[in-house]
């Protein structure tokens, strides 16, 4: 599923929206879909140090996460432990490897673990310092994860 950046006009005003657009030619999108908004400059190329996210986005994205759509991330699908008890922390992709410190702003979001040291879905709880969008406009890996993009394609109503 393709990133799109879109201009729109809200009560006269123009707004840069970067969105997850389906493969499937539907120029339609749902309000889940939309990652945020941002201002656009003089030359209408949008201003990425003014993002914003989108609520609805990051609740779909959290129930996603929780493994409550038919869609789950494929971190709950693997071999993804740690010693019980620690928390599981979702690194962001855009990071690369992530051995050493890694900025608060990098990670995602985080699980409690169980018994075996596997992350607990329902516990997902999304980090609202992670950054969906540098204000470089590097975005998020999260938003080329192929089973978000299958989730938000497939859901109509967030």
């Known amino acids: 599923m393709p990133l799109a950046l879109m201009t729109v006009t809200r009560d006269g005003k123009n707004i840069s929206l970067l969105a997850l657009r389906p493969d499937d030619g539907i120029q339609a999108i749902g309000p889940h879909a939309v990652v945020g908004q941002m201002d656009p400059g003089p030359d209408g190329q949008p201003l990425w140090a003014t993002f914003r996210r989108n609520k609805t986005f990051v609740d779909f994205f959290t129930r996603f996460m929780r493994g409550q759509l038919p869609d789950r991330?494929?971190?709950l699908e693997g071999e993804a432990r740690v010693?019980?008890?620690?928390?599981?922390?979702?690194?962001?992709p855009?990071?690369?490897?992530?051995?050493?410190?890694?900025?608060?702003?990098?990670?995602?979001g985080w699980y409690r673990t169980d018994p075996s040291g596997s992350p607990i879905a329902?516990?997902?709880?999304?980090?609202?310092?992670?950054?969906?969008?540098?204000?470089?406009?590097?975005?998020?890996?999260i938003l080329r994860e192929a089973n978000l993009a299958s989730a938000v394609g497939r859901s109509a109503i967030a």
């Open 83 to 92: 010693k019980p008890g620690e928390f599981l922390y979702v690194i962001d």
């Open 94 to 108: 855009r990071v690369g490897s992530a051995d050493g410190e890694v900025a608060f702003a990098e990670i995602v």
């Open 73 to 75: 991330p494929a971190l």
């Open 122 to 141: 329902s516990s997902f709880e999304y980090n609202s310092d992670h950054l969906l969008v540098r204000s470089d406009g590097v975005e998020s890996g």
